[in-house]
């Protein structure tokens, strides 16, 4: 870019000068009178520009200047040593008005341009109230609000922006799913989400950005959960945290990208349900489904079946002996076990009548010590019985309504059984169990 200045005729002295934002480089110093601003032949494109007057002409006249940005068009007039352009977003300028103006006059139309002259991004910042601790103080773009290690929920949050382009609308906006309340209203720009002074602890939490804002930026956000630790990012209203399964928030961090700009990190799962509400299912999925895979077509086959019905299938007694029943999903323990090897590919019983003592009895008997992926767990207690698919490194698959989803479900061997008060290896230490390998 070069510009000149032209005074004949006014009686005025000065000149004007200016100076670019280039892609790798940033603001080059301030140059005038047809001096070259920005590069050639360096394939570097220029991003936003700075001009001023100088001289006696400054005293009565305005430089206005605007520019046709990439995926943005014509923005609005900037003047007298304001920036016109984008920094940081990596979009070019692809052409640049200037005017001349008596400094009395209005200004330039704004016509077919957008109401802001200068891009770049905004910061978020957010403060979290926590357990024992009250209100943090506020952190910015990415840094961790709450506490790492101390088992504190976090119990309200605050989210707002600054540092906002002059000119560029919307705001952020924000909703907590609360213990006992669920899903509260959204709310925007700094209110609370969440309580205070009511122990009640944060679970999940949705953010989108409004406006122009929304059309220029991402706003992702990654959750530290108890029991799970740090969840996979999300963004623009995704839903991060847990819901049903009673655990709580306790830290959190918030960061704004360029719109369709990469993730801070993992996007595969921030959002924990009832079909994954356990610590045990999630960590048999992301860190052990793959390692204890084994090549027994049926026994794989029986598994995968099985664990596609998590979430989906609460636990029925008496189900799953009936075309319709089957159907619908609805199974109790023995009746889900022999189902689940119908469709792996090996009967191992009547369905119509399948129930633990005959599942007791198909096979052949093994031992805690030669436990295998596959094996049946069969309990005989004198006030209980129960069936589950054993699947490695005591995890095991089940339909039960102690399980985390009241249904099909995993859970491990050292998991806490409410209703007996004791792990489920303590409640499989009864002497009445057997453990029948079947396929």
């Not at 119990?155 to 000119?167: A, F, K, T």
């Not at 590919?345 to 096979?363: E, V």
């Amino acid at each position: 870019m070069k510009a000149t200045l032209s005074t004949t005729n006014t009686g005025l002295q000065g000149g004007i000068s200016y100076n670019a934002y280039v892609q790798n480089s940033g603001w080059q110093n301030e140059i005038s009178n047809g001096q070259q601003s920005g590069t050639t032949g360096k394939s570097l494109r220029m991003e936003a520009i700075k001009m001023h007057l100088t001289g006696t002409i400054a005293e009565q006249y305005d430089v206005y200047y605007r520019v046709h940005v990439q995926n943005i068009g014509w923005m609005a007039w900037a003047k007298n040593g304001a920036v016109s352009g984008s920094t940081g977003m990596s979009l070019r300028i692809e052409a640049i008005e200037i005017i001349l103006m008596k400094n009395t006059a209005p200004a330039p139309s704004n016509s077919e341009a957008v109401n802001f002259p200068y891009l770049y991004q905004p910061s978020v910042n957010y403060q979290a109230h926590i357990q024992n601790i009250g209100w943090q103080n506020s952190v910015t773009n990415g840094t961790v609000s709450g506490t790492v290690g101390k088992a504190l929920r976090m119990e309200g949050i605050r989210v707002s922006l600054s540092n906002v382009p002059q000119g560029l609308s919307g705001s952020i906006q924000y909703k907590a799913h609360v213990q006992s309340i669920g899903w509260q209203s959204m709310v925007s720009n700094g209110a609370i989400a969440g309580t205070t002074g009511k122990a009640l602890r944060i679970e999940a939490i949705s953010i989108s950005l409004t406006g122009d804002i929304s059309k220029y930026f991402d706003v992702y956000y990654q959750t530290q959960i108890q029991s799970f630790g740090w969840l996979d990012w999300t963004h623009n209203g995704g839903n991060a945290g847990t819901s049903a399964i009673s655990a709580r928030m306790e830290s959190i961090k918030i960061q704004l990208v360029r719109k369709g700009s990469a993730a801070p990190g993992k996007t595969t799962k921030a959002y924990l349900t009832n079909t994954d509400a356990s610590t045990a299912y999630f960590d048999y999925i992301n860190n052990y489904s793959q390692k204890l895979k084994g090549t027994h077509r049926v026994i794989e086959s029986t598994i995968l079946h099985g664990i596609s019905l998590i979430g989906k299938s609460p636990y029925c007694w008496g189900g799953g002996r009936t075309a319709t029943s089957i159907a619908g999903n609805h199974f109790d323990c023995s009746s889900f076990a022999s189902w689940m090897y119908h469709l792996g590919g090996k009967t191992i019983d009547n369905q119509a009548w399948t129930n633990t003592w005959s599942l007791a009895t198909k096979g052949y008997s093994n031992t805690w010590a030669k436990i295998k992926r596959g094996d049946l767990i069969i309990l005989f207690r004198p006030d209980d019985s129960h069936v589950v698919i054993y699947l490695g490194d005591g995890f095991f698959l089940h339909d039960s309504p102690s399980s985390p989803t009241g249904g099909v479900g995993i859970n491990r061997l050292s998991d806490y059984h409410p209703g007996f008060k004791m792990s489920w290896k303590q409640v499989f230490n009864y002497s009445g169990t057997v453990i029948r390998t079947v396929s």
